[in-house]
Structure formats: structure tokens, C-alpha cells
């Protein structure tokens, strides 16, 4: 469990783009002991899916409007 | 800066109730521009032309949370569409990179790389739950402009406008890992940001 700090810029790499096989290996072999950086890479998939939340703005907290479709002219 | 929208919206139809709504959620958009573009005269003729393409339709829309959405959306996209066209435009973002990237994270780990035990990254329970309260998003809005600013500006074109790493290095004009050590640094603080605001309020 010595690298965290390595692995953790992994995890946010992993968010940018295809990582090679070592690393893979490397952020797999890692996560399997550290039970931390496990719960951080879930926190960094729950930041992405929060963004996706937040970019839709208002429309999560708003259950009586329908998102409009663009595309519906 | 002109503090009137300068848009005639009667002569495109708009009902007032609407364009009340709209002059009101203006100044949100243009701030929201920007902080993308740090251009304030580009920043404004895209949140008009935004705000042209969406009236055209708006009246359509029931309810004004709705409106809000779609008309940022269309703002999204055209910042996005900027960024494409235009790579080379000159921004003001490259001065302040190198202050930053001598930003440490050493305070969250310890001398052999481990977690600090204070900062260990704590279970966030059930987000999905949490995502449906209005005062999380007002939290989430915190941890974000807590973030130093070219963090907050290199994450909010990754994750919200949408671009790529690689739009981001030809925009900002930074070489590649400096794009993403940024991006590491962002995710890392929004992470401690949120469990210490939000999820360790929650336990």
C-alpha cells in the first residue's frame, strides 16, 4: 500500500483516457489491497456522474417540468 | 458592461412572463461564460447568441426550470463550439498554471506515499439519494468555487462543457501532463471537499 498517491493520480487518469495494460495491472493489483483508494476511485466515479447531475442543472429538482427536446421544433 | 440584455424580446413573440424569467437568469449565464472564457465581450455575445436560438422555441416549454436547462444547454454548446473553432484564441488562463502546479497534495499522504489517516477517503453512502436534495447542490456549487481557479476552470471544461484533454492542452496552451495534474488535483480536493461538507455532515 505504499503508492497511493501514484495510484490516485491513475484513478484520475482513467477518467481521461485508455490506460495501457501495466497500468492497468498496476491500479487492479493495488486496489485489491487498499481499501482506501478503492473508496476513492468510487468517490471519483460519483464526482463524474454528479457532474452529469449538476450540468442538467435544475432539472433533478424539478419533477414537474419535462427536459425539453431540442431536437421537437 | 452593459447591464440591459440587449434583445428586443416582444418582437420575437416571447410572452413577458418569460422574458422576465430570462433577463432574471441572465446574469447567471454570463457569469457562467465568463468564468469559461475569461472574455467578457465574447462571453456576452455568446450568452445573447444563446439566448436568440433558445427564444425562438422557449414558449414552448412549460415551467421555467425547463427553460433554464434547455437555455444552458444551448450555451454549453456554443462555448464548446468556441473552444473547437477558435484553439488559438489568447486567454489570460495560461499566466496563472505555473503558480499552481507547484500546488502539493503531500498534506493528504505520507512520507511513504500512504494515505494520511486523517484524510483517508471516507464511504460516501448512498449519492443517489443525496443527489435529489437541493442543499447538496448548493454544497457541490461550494466545493467547486473553493477549487484555485485554473482548477476550476481546467475540471469544468473537462467534465461539464465536455471537452477532451486534448481540446483542453490546445486551448490552454499547457502541455499535456499539466493538464492532467490539474485534473488530479480537482478531482482530489472536490473528493476531501465533499466528504468533509457534505458526506461527514451526513454520518
Redesign the interface.
Known amino acids: 500500500?505504499?503508492?497511493?498517491?501514484?495510484i490516485?493520480?491513475l484513478i484520475?487518469?482513467s477518467?481521461?483516457?485508455s490506460l495501457t495494460l501495466g497500468e492497468r495491472f498496476r491500479l487492479k493489483t493495488h486496489l485489491m489491497m487498499c481499501r482506501?483508494?478503492r473508496?476513492?476511485e468510487?468517490?471519483?466515479h460519483?464526482?463524474?456522474?454528479?457532474?452529469k447531475?449538476?450540468?442538467?442543472?435544475?432539472?433533478?429538482?424539478?419533477t414537474?417540468?419535462?427536459?425539453?427536446d431540442?431536437r421537437n421544433? | 458592461m452593459s447591464e440591459l440584455l440587449n434583445i428586443d424580446f416582444a418582437s420575437y413573440g416571447v410572452k413577458e412572463h418569460l422574458q422576465s424569467y430570462l433577463n432574471e437568469i441572465w446574469p447567471q449565464m454570463r457569469l457562467f461564460a465568463q468564468r469559461q472564457l475569461r472574455q467578457d465581450a465574447l462571453a456576452e455575445d455568446l450568452v445573447q447568441e444563446a439566448l436568440l436560438s433558445a427564444i425562438q422555441n422557449a414558449d414552448k416549454f412549460k415551467g421555467q426550470a425547463a427553460v433554464k436547462t434547455w437555455v444552458f444547454s444551448i450555451l454549453r454548446r456554443k462555448i464548446a463550439d468556441h473552444f473547437r473553432k477558435s484553439p488559438r484564441t489568447p486567454t489570460d488562463q495560461t499566466v496563472n498554471m505555473t503558480d499552481e502546479s507547484e500546488e502539493s497534495l503531500d498534506i493528504l499522504f505520507d512520507e511513504r506515499g500512504r494515505w494520511h489517516p486523517h484524510f483517508q477517503p471516507v464511504e460516501w453512502g448512498n449519492p443517489e439519494a443525496t443527489r435529489v436534495q437541493d442543499e447538496f447542490w448548493v454544497t457541490f456549487d461550494l466545493c467547486l468555487n473553493e477549487l484555485p481557479e485554473q482548477q476550476c476552470t481546467t475540471f469544468m471544461m473537462r467534465e461539464y462543457i465536455g471537452l477532451s484533454t486534448d481540446e483542453i492542452v490546445s486551448e490552454l496552451k499547457i502541455s499535456i501532463n499539466a493538464v492532467n495534474v490539474t485534473l488530479h488535483r480537482a478531482r482530489i480536493r472536490l473528493q476531501q471537499c465533499l466528504s468533509i461538507r457534505w458526506f461527514g455532515e451526513q454520518q
Open positions: 500500500m505504499k503508492h497511493c498517491e501514484a490516485t493520480f484520475s487518469e477518467q481521461d483516457r482506501h483508494c473508496t476513492y468510487q468517490s471519483v460519483q464526482i463524474r456522474d454528479m457532474m447531475s449538476y450540468s442538467s442543472l435544475d432539472e433533478v429538482s424539478s414537474e417540468t419535462q427536459r425539453p431540442p421544433h
